[in-house]
C-alpha cells in the first residue's frame, strides 16, 4: 500500500511543481538552517575524552584571594600554582597524574632544508600519555627523573616527524628546539581532541601542540606560559625563582584515580595538603578542590558560548517558520484535490486511507527537503568555517551521525506539518463534491 | 468602506490559512527585529574608534633561535633600522592592541587597598608609542628618553610614572583632575604619577569589560612578550610590510618573524561577533524570503481557486483595479494581524534572548521598522498574483468548474 501512496504521491507532485518546489524549499532551508548550528553546538560539546570519562579528573584548588573568589563558574581558579603542582606530583595515589601547560618556540634542524619555525609545544610531566591514552608510533615518553631536572628529552608529533624527518624513526635523533639540542625520544600519533578538553584555557578548539618537553626544563629556559597566568596577591618577584614560588596560578592539572577507594583516599590527602597550607599561611579561603570528569569541566568551562547557543535557539525559531510556511502550502495544495478526494471517498476509500496517503505524501516533501537540507547545511558549515578565520575548523563538519538526523529531522517535521492538512483532507465530505460534477 | 466586509466572510472561510500566513509573518517579525537588535550592537562594538591609527600600522613579533640571546640590543637595532625604511612614519616597541592577548592589573587610587580594584590592561612602552600607535595625547605630556627603563625580565622595578587612557582617568578620578594624581596596584603602596592622558585606546581585549581602561608604563624589558609597531604614510603599509618582513630577516637571520597588519589582527579578534553578524543577516533575508514565498503561493491558490467567482464579479462589471485591489487589501488585513502577533512576540523572545544570553533590549522602533518592512514585502509579494487575477476574463464565469 505504502508503495502505491509513494507513486500517487509523486505523481502530485508532479501536477503542481511549483507549489511542491516551494515547500520543498521551505523544508530544505529550514532544516538547513537548524542543522547547521545544532551540528556546531552538537559538535562543540562533544567530549574527547569521553572513553576515560570515569576515571579522569581535572584539578582545581580554590587558593584565591581571600576578599573573593575567582570569577567563574566553579569559583575556584582554572589553574595551579607552581609550587603546588610540583607537592601534587609526589603524591604516589593516583595512578597517572600531569601537571602542564602550553608553550612554544623556535624550532629547528641542522643540515636541513627546513625553514625554522614556531612550534606550539606542551610543557608536561611524563605521564601525560599515559594519561590521556595517546598512542606511540614509535618509542616513548621521557625519563622518570625529567619531571624535576633539566632533562632535554622531546616527544614529537607525527606531523612533527614527517615534517622534520620524512616520517622515519627519529628516536634517537636530535632537534634543537628553543636554541637548545634535544634528544627525540617518541613519535605519536596524530593526536588533536576537539574541544580540547585537556586544556580550555587557550581557545577550546585550537590545534593541540606539535611538541611536548619535560616539566622539570622550567629554570633552565626560564619559562613564562603561552596561555593565562592570573594573581591575586601583590608579591615582590625579583627573580624567576620568585615567580615560580609565587601565588600565581598557571599549571593545569590533571589525575586519573580509578575506582571509588582511590578517587576517596585522594580526596583525603588534598584535604591533608590543603590544611598543611593553611597552617603555612597559604589557602586563606574556606576549604575548597574541585575534581571534574571530563564531561563536567566542559561544561564547567562554557565550551558551547553564548553566541552559540543563542543561534540553535533562533534556528530552531526559523525551522518553526519554515513548518508553519508548510502547513500553510500543504493546506492549500491538498484542498485543491478536494474533489478528486470526495469521488474517492464516494468509491469508498475510508478517512484512514485519504489520511494516510495524505501523509506519505507530505513525508515524500520532507525527505526531498532533508536531501536538500544537508546540502545547504554543509554549505553554511563551509560559510561558517571561512567567516570564523580557522577557529572552527575542528567542529564545523558534518559527520554520518548528523546527517540521518537531518534527513530525520526533515521528515519528522514534515510529518508534523502534514498532520493537520491531510486530517482536513481526509473529512472532506464527497456529497458536495458529487453535486457539482 | 471598499469590500471590506466580503474580503471578512471570505478570510472566514479560510480562517486556517490566513492564521498560518499571519502566524509565519508574526514569528518573522519576532526573529527579524531580534536578529536586527544583535546585528546593530554587534556592528557598533566593531565600528567603535580604537583610538588607534589602526588602518597605517603594520606589528612585527619575533622569536629569537639561540638560547642566549640579546633581546634589548636586538629592539635597539632594529628600532634604528626600521625607522630609517622609506614610507614608515614612526615605530615603538609594545605589544600591539586588539589581539586579545595582554596583561591587566587592578588599580587603585589610594596605597595599600585590597579590595575593589578598577581592572585596567597595562602596556610597557617608550617614548615613541603615541606618534606610532596614532594616539591623541589630551592632557599632560608624552614620555621623555631619560624616563624609560630599559628592565630584565624578573625585575621588581616598579614604574614610578604611566599615562592613561581619558576613560580610566574619569573612572578612577570622577572630578577630573586625575593629571599629576598618583594611582596604585592592588595592595601596593608604590605611587604612579599620571603624567599624561590619552584620549582612547582600546587595549588587548575590545569585547571586555574594562575595554578602554588603559595604562602606559615607561618599560622595556628584554623578553619575547614584544611586538614592532611601525605605523607607515598613508597608503603605505602593504609596501611597508614587505619591506619589514624582508629588513628584519636581513638583519638577523636567526630568528622567526610575523609580520601582521593590526587590521588583521583586529578581523581575528572580531571574527566571532562578524561571524554573528553575517549568520543573522543571512537568517534575516532567507527568511523574509520564504515568508514572500508562501504569501506567493497562497495567494496565488486562492485565486486560482476563487477563478470562478471573479469571473462573476468581472461579469457584472468590477473593475480590474477593483479585483485587484481586492487581493490586495485581503493580504493586508492578513499581514496586519500577523504583525500584530509579531510584535508582541518580538517582545517576548527578546526578554528570553536579553535574560538566558545578555542581549540588548529590543526598543519598540526596531520593531516597527522590521514590521514596515515586512509588511511592503507582503504585499510586493501578492502584487504580482492580483494584477494576474484581474486579467481572468469575465467568460469565466459561464464555465462550470
Not at chain 1, 315 to 334: E, G, I, M, T
Request: aromatic share 8%; glycine share 8%; net charge neutral.
Amino acid at each position: 500500500m505504502i508503495g502505491y501512496y509513494v507513486s500517487l504521491a509523486l505523481r502530485s507532485l508532479r501536477r503542481t511543481p511549483i507549489l511542491s518546489a516551494l515547500m520543498v524549499a521551505a523544508i530544505a532551508v529550514g532544516v538547513g538552517a537548524a542543522m547547521t548550528t545544532l551540528t556546531l553546538n552538537y559538535m562543540m560539546s562533544r567530549n574527547a575524552l569521553a572513553d576515560k570519562n570515569e576515571v579522569l579528573y581535572a584539578l582545581q584548588l580554590d587558593n584565591w584571594d581571600p576578599h573573593e573568589a575567582a570569577d567563574n563558574p566553579s569559583e575556584m581558579p582554572w589553574q595551579l600554582t607552581y609550587k603546588d603542582a610540583i607537592s601534587l606530583l609526589r603524591s604516589d595515589i593516583p595512578t597517572y597524574q600531569v601537571a602542564m601547560h602550553r608553550w612554544g618556540g623556535p624550532v629547528t634542524l641542522e643540515d636541513s632544508t627546513v625553514r625554522p619555525y614556531t612550534a606550539q609545544a606542551r610543557v608536561t610531566s611524563r605521564d601525560f600519555f599515559a594519561l590521556f591514552d595517546i598512542p606511540f608510533i614509535y618509542g616513548g615518553t621521557w625519563a622518570k627523573e625529567a619531571d624535576s631536572n633539566a632533562v632535554f628529552q622531546i616527544v614529537i608529533n607525527e606531523a612533527t616527524n614527517e615534517k622534520l624527518f620524512n616520517g622515519e624513526n627519529s628516536v634517537g635523533r636530535t632537534i634543537n628546539f628553543n636554541g637548545t639540542p634535544f634528544t627525540v625520544v617518541g613519535v605519536i600519533g596524530n593526536w588533536s581532541p576537539s574541544p580540547k578538553v585537556h586544556d580550555l584555557n587557550n581557545g577550546s578548539f585550537q590545534k593541540s601542540a606539535e611538541l611536548f618537553i619535560p616539566f622539570g626544563l622550567h629554570r633552565t629556559f626560564e619559562i613564562q606560559p603561552w596561555g593565562n597566568t592570573n594573581g591575586w596577591k601583590p608579591e615582590k618577584i625579583e627573580s624567576y625563582e620568585d615567580g615560580l614560588g609565587a601565588e600565581y596560578v598557571w599549571v593545569q592539572y590533571w589525575v586519573q584515580l580509578d575506582s571509588a577507594e582511590q578517587r576517596q583516599r585522594y580526596e583525603d590527602y588534598l584535604t591533608g595538603f590543603i590544611r598543611e597550607q593553611k597552617d603555612q599561611g597559604r589557602f586563606p579561603r574556606p576549604l575548597k578542590f574541585g575534581l571534574s570528569k571530563p564531561s563536567e569541566w566542559l561544561v564547567l568551562n562554557e565550551v558551547v558560548d553564548g553566541d552559540d547557543r543563542m543561534l540553535s535557539w533562533l534556528s530552531l525559531a526559523f525551522l518553526l517558520v519554515c513548518l508553519v510556511n508548510a502547513v500553510a502550502l500543504l493546506l492549500a495544495k491538498f484542498l485543491r484535490k478536494a474533489p478528486e478526494t470526495g469521488v474517492r471517498r464516494a468509491l469508498g476509500a475510508s478517512r484512514s486511507a485519504v489520511f494516510s496517503q495524505h501523509l506519505v505524501e507530505s513525508g515524500c516533501i520532507g525527505l526531498a527537503g532533508g536531501l536538500i537540507g544537508i546540502l545547504l547545511t554543509l554549505a553554511g558549515l563551509a560559510l561558517i568555517r571561512q567567516l570564523s578565520m580557522g577557529y572552527m575548523d575542528s567542529v564545523a563538519s558534518m559527520d554520518w551521525l548528523m546527517m540521518l538526523s537531518a534527513i530525520g529531522l526533515a521528515i519528522l517535521s514534515s510529518l508534523l506539518a502534514g498532520l493537520y492538512p491531510a486530517w482536513r483532507i481526509s473529512r472532506t465530505n464527497p456529497s458536495i463534491y458529487l453535486k457539482t460534477q | 468602506m471598499l469590500e471590506l466586509r466580503p474580503i471578512l466572510s471570505a478570510l472566514w472561510r479560510h480562517k486556517i490559512s490566513a492564521l498560518l500566513i499571519a502566524l509565519q509573518l508574526g514569528l518573522t517579525l519576532a526573529i527579524v527585529s531580534n536578529a536586527s537588535v544583535v546585528i546593530k550592537e554587534r556592528q557598533e562594538r566593531i565600528a567603535r574608534p580604537t583610538g588607534v591609527a589602526e588602518a597605517d600600522i603594520v606589528t612585527a613579533h619575533f622569536m629569537p633561535i639561540p638560547k642566549d640571546y640579546d633581546m634589548l640590543e636586538a629592539f635597539r637595532l632594529d628600532m634604528d633600522m626600521i625607522r630609517q625604511l622609506p614610507g614608515v612614519a614612526a615605530a615603538t616597541i609594545s605589544r600591539a592592541p586588539l589581539t586579545g592577548s595582554g596583561s591587566s592589573s587592578g588599580f587603585h587610587t589610594k596605597p595599600h587597598q585590597e579590595v575593589g580594584s578598577t581592572g585596567a590592561a597595562n602596556f610597557r612602552v617608550d617614548e615613541h608609542f603615541i606618534d606610532a600607535l596614532g594616539m591623541k595625547l589630551v592632557a599632560g605630556r608624552n614620555f621623555t628618553p631619560d624616563e624609560i627603563r630599559m628592565m630584565e625580565s624578573n625585575s621588581s622595578e616598579r614604574p614610578t610614572k604611566t599615562i592613561i587612557t581619558q576613560q580610566l582617568a574619569d573612572t578612577l578620578f570622577p572630578e577630573g583632575n586625575a593629571l599629576g594624581k598618583p594611582i596604585y596596584f592592588g595592595g601596593e603602596d608604590n605611587p604612579m604619577e599620571i603624567v599624561g592622558i590619552v584620549e582612547r585606546n582600546l587595549g588587548p581585549w575590545p569585547n571586555s569589560s574594562i575595554a578602554g581602561n588603559t595604562v602606559f608604563f615607561p618599560a622595556i624589558m628584554d623578553n619575547q612578550w614584544y611586538d614592532y609597531i611601525v605605523r607607515a604614510e598613508p597608503g603605505q603599509r602593504d609596501a611597508v610590510l614587505k619591506l619589514l618582513e624582508e629588513k628584519l630577516a636581513e638583519r638577523d637571520a636567526d630568528r622567526v618573524i610575523n609580520v601582521e597588519t593590526l587590521e588583521e589582527q583586529k578581523t581575528r579578534y572580531y571574527a566571532g561577533d562578524n561571524t554573528m553578524i553575517k549568520v543573522l543577516s543571512g537568517v534575516v533575508s532567507l527568511l523574509t524570503f520564504i515568508v514572500a514565498l508562501g504569501i506567493v503561493g497562497l495567494t496565488v491558490f486562492w485565486i486560482t481557486q476563487r477563478q470562478k467567482q471573479i469571473g462573476v464579479r468581472r461579469a457584472l462589471g468590477a473593475t480590474r483595479l477593483a479585483i485587484s485591489r481586492y487581493f490586495l487589501l485581503e493580504n493586508l488585513m492578513i499581514a496586519a494581524t500577523g504583525i500584530v502577533l509579531g510584535v508582541a512576540t518580538a517582545q517576548i523572545f527578546n526578554k528570553f534572548l536579553a535574560s538566558e544570553f545578555g542581549q540588548p533590549a529590543l526598543p519598540l522602533s526596531t520593531t516597527l521598522i522590521c514590521a514596515f518592512i515586512l509588511l511592503a514585502v507582503s504585499v510586493a509579494a501578492a502584487l504580482v498574483p492580483a494584477l494576474r487575477a484581474a486579467n481572468i476574463s469575465p467568460a469565466m464565469a459561464t464555465r462550470s468548474v
